[in-house]
C-alpha cells in the first residue's frame, strides 16, 4: 500500500496562474516533507521542503503547506511559468532515516 | 556542485543477460541508493548503501543485486535480466543520515529488456 499518495497523475495550468499539487500520506510518523522536480532525460532535483513542525515554507514562488492533522501537504506555484513544466514527486522521510518513500508523481502542463 | 554520474543513458539486454549499472558520485558522500522509476508507481528504493562494503535492502531487492568497493561507486547489478526490470533507473547520493538530508540524483538510465 502506497504511503505517499499523489492521486492527480496531472495537472494542466495557464501561464501567470496559480498551480497547485497535492500530496496525501498515511503515516503520521514521517517528519520530514520534500518535492522534487524531473524534466524528462534528467534526474529528479530538490524543489523545496518543510519540516513537520510547520505548517508552511516558502522559497519565491514555491510555497509548500503542511496539514498534519489531515496528512496533506501541498505545493503551490504562484505565477505558474512554462519552465515549471516537468513532473513533480512528493517524498516523504522519518520512518526510516534519510530513506524517502516517494509518491508516483503528477505531471504538470503549464500553457502560454 | 554535486555531480553523480550514471554510465549509461539507455540500455538494451536480453532476457537472461546479467546487467551492470554503474554510479559514480564525485562529492565524498556517505551514502547512495538506487532507486527504479515507473509510470503510477513513482521511484521505488532498490538498495541503499551507507558506506563502503555496506548495503541494505530496499522495498524491492528481488532479482538485483548491489556493489560498494569504492566510496563514489556504487553498482546496481541485474543477475538475470527480465521484462519486468524494464524501467528508468536513477542512482543518487546525499551526505549525511539526517531526515533532512536532500538526495542528489544521476540522470538515470532507461534500461529495455527484450
Redesign the interface.
Known sequence: DQQ?K?NS?SLSVQEGRISILNCDYTNSMF??F?W?KKYP??????LI?I?SIKDKNEDGRFTVFLNKSAKHLSLHIVPSQPGDSAVY?C?A??LY????V????TILRVKS | DVK?TQSS?YLVKRTGEKVFLECVQDMDHE?M?W?RQDP??????IY?SYDVKMKEK?DIPEGYSVSREKKERFSLILESASTNQTSMY?C?S?S?????????????TQLSVL
Do not use: M
Open positions: 505517499v499523489q497523475p517528519d520530514y520534500l522534487y532525460a534528467e534526474g529528479p532535483t530538490f521542503s519540516s514527486f517524498a522521510s522519518g532515516g534519510n530513506k524517502l516517494f509518491g508516483a508523481g | 553523480v543513458r551514502n541508493f532507486y503510477g508507481l513513482g521511484l521505488r528504493l541503499f530496499g536513477l543518487a546525499t549525511g543520515l539526517a531526515t533532512n538530508e536532500k538526495l542528489f540524483f544521476g540522470s538515470g
